[in-house]
T-cell receptor, first 112, second 115 residues
Framework: GDSVTQMEGPVTLSEEAFLTINCTYT??????LFWYVQYPGEGLQLLLK?????DKGSNKGFEATYRKETTSFHLEKGSVQVSDSAVYFC???????????FGAGTRLAVHP | EAQVTQNPRYLITVTGKKLTVTCSQN?????MSWYRQDPGLGLRQIYY???????DKGDVPEGYKVSRKEKRNFPLILESPSPNQTSLYFC??????????????FGPGTRLTVL
């Protein structure tokens, strides 16, 4: 079945460091891919998405490129801030968008 | 403001005592669902609903019930809660048209502890 694998956290960085959170997927066909972010005490928010191969999703300085060849959708940011501290989830739709399959989540902690 | 609301946000209960977690959305979305979040497992879908009176099981439906009598509301019912249902629960909704067809909006979460 469909699945998403994320790198385990926590990831701890200093402010202005470069961030990469790895995500690989297994799916039938070429589904849309998503990154969701969960700030402390809040629900999930859609951070960015890509709907087809080679698409690059971007938002708030974060980017991720849909790589069909490597079945990956790694999240990157060139310079993280303390306010980026959160849990990040990679996800893909399944069952005709009736369900999202989530990775386990990666906790990011950014220190001044 | 477009949003999904859940109540209560925090709940501590005892084994076997029936409870209901409410979920409401103000975006006129047809599709709603419930997820539970557990450490190391991400979010897993419990139940979903395509429209009023149309519901179906997700990946982990055991021990839960839902109903969809109105478009805006989708309550989650635990008839006889057990400690393994201690978790963080999220309600979500999704519109059905346009390029945002696949964007789900999540509520703030309900942290449930069953003693």
């Amino acid at each position: 079945g469909d699945s998403v694998t994320q790198m385990e956290g926590p990831v701890t960085l200093s402010e202005e460091a470069f961030l990469t959170i790895n995500c690989t997927y297994t799916a039938t066909g070429y589904p849309s891919l998503f990154w969701y972010v969960q700030y402390p005490g809040e629900g999930l928010q859609l951070l960015l998405k890509a709907t087809k191969a080679d698409d690059k999703g971007s938002n708030k300085g974060f980017e991720a490129t849909y790589r069909k060849e490597t079945t990956s959708f790694h999240l990157e940011k060139g310079s993280v801030q303390v306010s980026d501290s959160a849990v990040y989830f990679c996800a893909l739709p399944s069952g005709g968008y009736n369900k999202l399959i989530f990775g386990a989540g990666t906790r990011l902690a950014v220190h001044p | 403001e477009a949003q999904v609301t859940q109540n209560p946000r925090y709940l501590i209960t005892v084994t076997g005592k029936k409870l209901t977690v409410t979920c409401s959305q103000n975006m006129n979305h047809e599709y709603m669902s419930w997820y539970r979040q557990d450490p190391g497992l991400g979010l897993r879908q419990i139940y979903y609903s395509m429209n009023v009176e149309v519901t179906d099981k997700g990946d982990v439906p055991e021990g839960y019930k839902v109903s969809r009598k109105e478009k805006r509301n989708f309550p989650l019912i635990l008839e006889s809660p057990s400690p393994n249902q201690t978790s963080l629960y999220f309600c979500a909704s999704r519109g059905g048209v346009g390029e945002r067809i696949n964007e789900q909006f999540f509520g703030p979460g309900t942290r449930l502890t069953v003693l």
